[in-house]
């Protein structure tokens, strides 16, 4: 019950992918995080991110 539902990075190290698939978290890089601020909400959905203000 402490495990995140899912992983955001600007770029993910294979650790933490290799992780995140065992794990079987959603995890996706690649992604602009200067745009996410505290008490966003988001969404992924298959390889998009989508931020809620």
């Known amino acids: 019950g402490v495990a995140p539902k899912g992983i955001i990075n600007q770029e993910c190290e294979p650790i933490v992918a ?7 978290i959603p995890c996706v890089d690649k992604i602009d995080i200067s745009k996410i601020r505290t ?15």
């Open 39 to 53: 008490g966003d909400r988001i969404e992924i959905e298959g390889n998009k991110v989508r931020v809620n203000e």
């Open 18 to 24: 290799v992780g995140a698939i065992i794990s079987e």
